[in-house]
């Protein structure tokens, strides 16, 4: 009797161990799939002020963005010339389910960080955030793109305020030079 109670027992773990083995692995969102729009390699050229009080500059500003994490994230990775410096940048785009939003994170070289949540439509998205200097300085924004017909162009411009005070972040014309792998 012990032996056919040991017996059924392990029949039970092997039958769990095969249920979880045939589990279906998570599949990414429709949501997350918004991002796909910046996949690819992109050359934005335009306009920059890092602040109120700086100066505009000519920007050249340069982006990558690929899937990872098995399609859960998009991640983009960039340089920003202008003003006599180069910065270095690393953003993760994906989708937070339970608060139903696209969100993302980035990281720059001068020690910059932001996130910020992004709406789509049809022709582009909106994006809100918060973006923290290397100073300590935070500055919302917002950042607003409109997608060409065939998603191989991009106007872009952001507006910023910090301390009770607006300026334009970016002024940018954005042109797709590889379209990248799709998820």
Known sequence: MKRIAAAR???????????????????????????????????????????????????EWRTHGHW???????????????????LHYLEILSYDPAKKVN??????????IWTGTAMFNDRGSVENMTVI???????????????SADGKTVSGKQECEQDGVRWTGFSVKTTKTHPGRSM
């Open 103 to 112: 969100t993302f994170s980035g990281f720059e070289s001068d020690g910059s």
């Open 68 to 86: 990872i994490l098995g399609g859960f994230a998009l991640q983009s990775d960039g340089t920003w010339k202008g003003n006599g410096t180069e």
């Open 9 to 59: 027992g392990v029949l039970a773990l092997i039958s769990v161990g095969v249920a979880c083995a045939q589990s279906a692995a998570p599949k990414p969102s429709p949501e997350v799939k918004k991002w796909a729009m910046w996949g690819g390699d992109w050359t934005n050229l335009g306009t920059a002020k890092d602040s109120p009080s700086q100066p505009e500059y000519k920007l």
């Open 133 to 147: 200097g290397p100073d300590g300085k935070v500055a919302t924004c917002r950042n607003d793109w409109v997608f």
